[in-house]
């Protein structure tokens, strides 16, 4: 005896139970793991149905082009920026001034948009238990979840390269580009320096991008989860700015962001380049699979566990903390320099050659008969700081004069370089006369008016180079 | 279960379930819990918050595994792994819906979980797991607009798509409105009719009461009842009841000179002016109503207070807690 009323189908019901019985009648689909292909493909789809990363997509693959367009029709250049006093020569500079700037900012905020937010998401809707319900295999689920930021990262990072490349070669041209040490390499030199530089920089992204899985798996839905790899980036920046000893500065995941410019030079700096790029890779699987440890021993049971806990915090960092360590250790104990690596007797070579190199490209715009580097024999004496034997050391205080020879010429020609060089080796050259040489003046180039190319120019010290 | 509609012959049970238990840290969430869902049927789970529901359901849907006991789902042994069982789909704590995707595109993406994405049979069964549970007009809607019942009810058509033969769901009903209600209790009746177990977890007592064969109630983590609905109300014999008659005066009379019945409030309650409420066993109602007829006394309705599962529901809940 109750007050419940039986409900009586409506006629649209009554039609309904051969669907269900139908649907229900099959033979059930196999209890197997989804796999880790059709997951991937349900976490790309679930990435791109946000607008965030359609408008992520969309800016990297239109804005560097449209950047370095715009700045092809400017007089100005952004010489701060490496590569920057290149952009009317070439094609090729555009592409390489979008790659420091996005080491700098895009890369780490990218990741931490894409892998700082991908599993923190399922937190935020409440989409756990019936992720982990369709899916099977929590193992799997983070598979396809680490692939699928991995490829919407790689999306985002090919876009920034390739619409600067594409903006560069068609507002400027296929060109020859003067590298950090002042030689000149071909147009196709360039594009593969250029690709490989970008590819180089896809590792301390991924160290980044696996330091975003961690801290989304840790810390859950909470915002430090999603700032974790730019708070990790914004602190390896300072630490670049910072006196360290080199085997610490190179032993940082994040140096492969500087140490691409080794690209540039011949012979390339192959040293700090590997050295930076193994570093972060290592990174990059051990952030990983931290976070593949923290996620799997989960309790999804619990609707009050965000996040792996406090405890799992420490667990994730204190590794972290035992791989910069054993890094730098390594790193230490292989290298030749010591210090900040950044010795008088590598200033003095770094500019001459770049020096040389400059000298035969301004020969060349001038349209005065041609000279070897053999042949001018430059050499450079420099000082910080008034002192002399024993300089080293970042700073804007080092003043260098550079010598050379031309043939048939008994006088030995001499000009001065104020040089300010920052703690990661690279140095900007500012002449200081006489004017005729490193002075500011136009010179004719084949596309169009340019400054005097040994005016003021870029170089780099290597920093992991033997003193002498 | 034979074999002729396809479904594996694997015994009677959906669920056996033997002395399950399950701890976080200190604190015991199930304590020995013996649980048997036959499969055709629609069984109900109660209990107040914090009894351990929601744990006995992620051990069902494969979220955790239990410390100890046994647990067969469809036949097969739950093991250690962490995963759902074969042929078990469902819900705890709402359906997981993701906002930036329509409905169709929701139900899409779990298909293609299947393998099954893009094929027209998967677009079919797509749109007739919507038609199911009545959200075909809104099927090329964003989820984030949509409300709590409409998100319950696309939560039960995804639990449809998988083609389940255990479905265990958490407060289906919340947010429902009376349609989505029939909607909703249309399709579990649809599915066990075709065979398929539902385990189905509510605080709605009509909801278990209009839909359930057998009812699981549990407290503190420990079962204090388990089996048919009419056994429940069997075990609770004095329920209080509103009558409204033709003569209230009279009624409340035979009412207080019937043996077994105690006159709890009659006049202006907020039943009306003309009803009385009492309490007694089922005996001793069905004599008063015999006594009313013969005195003439025309009965207009005569219904519990509160549903005989409400009310073993808080007799045996309460007794649990205070002895806790």
Redesign the interface.
């Known amino acids: 005896m109750t007050s419940t009323t039986p409900t009586t189908p409506t006629t649209a019901e009554r039609a309904e139970p051969a669907a269900a019985t139908r649907a229900a009648a099959r033979v059930p689909a196999a209890a197997l793991p989804v796999s880790v292909a059709r997951g991937c493909r349900f976490e790309l789809v679930k990435l791109v149905s946000q607008w965030r990363i359609r408008l992520l997509v969309l800016v990297c693959w239109v804005a560097p082009g449209l950047f370095v367009a715009a700045v092809a029709e400017q007089s100005t250049l952004p010489s701060d920026t490496l590569f920057g006093r290149w952009m009317h020569a070439t094609g090729w500079a555009g592409p390489l001034v979008i790659l420091a700037f996005a080491g700098t900012w895009a890369l780490p905020l990218l990741t931490s948009l894409v892998a700082g937010d991908v599993f923190a998401a399922e937190d935020r809707l409440g989409t756990w238990r019936h992720l982990l319900v369709a899916v099977r295999s929590p193992r799997r689920i983070f598979v396809a979840k680490a692939l699928a930021s991995l490829t919407v990262i790689v999306l985002l990072t090919a876009g920034l390269a390739l619409s600067g490349v594409v903006g560069g070669l068609l507002t400027v041209g296929h060109r020859p580009l003067v590298g950090l040490d002042g030689h000149v390499l071909s147009a196709s030199d360039a594009a593969g320096k250029v690709l490989l530089a970008w590819a180089c920089a896809l590792a301390p992204t991924l160290a980044l991008a696996a330091i975003g899985l961690l801290g989304s798996v840790t810390l859950g839905r909470s915002p430090m989860g999603l700032l974790l790899p730019a708070l990790v980036a914004l602190a390896m920046q300072l630490a670049q700015l910072l006196p360290l000893p080199v085997g610490v500065r190179v032993a940082l995941p994040g140096y492969a962001f500087v140490s691409w410019n080794g690209l540039f030079t011949d012979p390339v700096q192959s040293g700090p380049l590997l050295i930076g790029v193994g570093v972060a890779l290592v990174w990059a699987v051990t952030a990983t699979a931290l976070a593949y440890l923290l996620f799997v021993r989960r309790d999804f049971t619990n609707p009050a566990a965000a996040g792996a806990g406090r405890r799992a915090l420490a667990v994730g960092v204190l590794p972290l903390a035992a791989l910069l360590a054993v890094s730098v250790a390594a790193v230490g104990a292989a290298a030749p320099a010591t210090g900040s690596g950044i010795t008088r007797a590598k200033v003095q070579r770094s500019l001459a050659t770049a020096f040389a190199h400059l000298y035969r490209v301004q020969t060349a715009d001038l349209h005065r008969p041609a000279v070897t580097e053999a042949q001018l024999r430059a050499s450079a004496a420099c000082t910080k700081s008034g002192v002399g034997d024993g300089a080293q050391g970042a700073g804007n205080d080092w003043r260098c004069v550079v010598s050379w020879h031309l043939p048939d010429v008994a006088a030995t020609g001499q000009a001065i370089y104020q040089l300010d060089i920052t703690a990661d080796g690279r140095f900007v050259a500012d002449g200081d006369g006489p004017k005729d040489v490193n002075g500011y003046f136009l010179v004719r180039t084949a596309t169009g008016d340019a400054p005097n190319p040994l005016w003021q120019f870029d170089g780099n010290v290597e920093l992991l180079a033997a003193a002498h | 279960m034979g074999g002729s509609?396809?479904?594996q012959d694997d015994g009677p049970l959906a669920i056996r379930a033997r002395g399950i238990t399950k701890c976080?840290g200190d604190v015991v969430a199930l304590d020995g819990i013996d649980l048997d869902v036959t499969r055709g049927q629609i069984h109900g789970l109660a209990g107040p918050n914090g009894a351990g529901k929601?744990?006995l359901l992620?051990?069902l849907?494969?979220?955790?595994v239990a410390d100890g006991g046994s647990l067969e789902i469809l036949g097969a042994p739950v093991g250690r792994a962490?995963?759902?069982?074969?042929?078990?789909?469902?819900?705890?704590?709402?359906?997981?819906?993701?906002?930036?995707?329509t409905a169709r595109?929701n139900l899409g993406?779990?298909a293609?979980?299947?393998?099954r994405?893009r094929s027209a049979a998967a677009g079919a069964?797509i749109d007739?797991?919507l038609?199911?549970v009545g959200l075909t007009e809104v099927a090329d809607d964003k989820v984030r607009g949509f409300s709590l019942g409409m998100r319950q009810r696309l939560?039960l058509a995804?639990a449809?798509l998988?083609?389940?033969?255990l479905l265990v769901l958490d407060e289906p009903s919340n947010g429902l409105d009376p349609a989505g209600t029939?909607?909703v209790?249309?399709?579990l009746e649809?599915?066990a009719?075709?065979?398929?177990a539902v385990v189905l977890s509510s605080h709605r007592m009509?909801d278990l009461?209009?839909l359930c064969e057998e009812v699981t109630i549990v407290a503190t983590g420990r079962v204090v009842f388990s089996g048919p609905l009419a056994k429940l109300?069997a075990e609770n014999r004095e329920l209080d009841y509103r009558l409204l008659t033709s003569d209230a005066c009279a009624a409340r009379e035979l009412a207080g000179g019937t043996d077994g019945i105690s006159v709890v409030s009659s006049g202006a309650t907020r039943y009306g002016a003309d009803s009385l409420v009492v309490r007694a066993p089922?005996a001793a109602?069905d004599s008063l109503v015999s006594r009313l007829v013969g005195a003439g006394v025309a009965l207009r309705e005569?219904?519990?207070v509160v549903?005989?599962l409400e009310a073993a529901f808080l007799a045996l809940t309460e007794h649990k807690e205070d002895a806790r």
């Open positions: 509609d396809g479904r976080f929601t744990t992620g051990l849907l494969g979220l955790s962490l995963a759902a069982p074969d042929g078990v789909a469902g819900f705890v704590d709402g359906p997981g819906l993701y906002p930036s995707l595109r993406a779990l293609g979980l299947r393998g994405g069964d007739d797991a038609d199911q939560g995804a449809l998988t083609r389940p033969r029939r909607h209790r249309g399709v649809r599915l009719a075709s065979g398929t009509d009461e209009a109300a089922v109602l005569l219904a519990p549903s005989p």
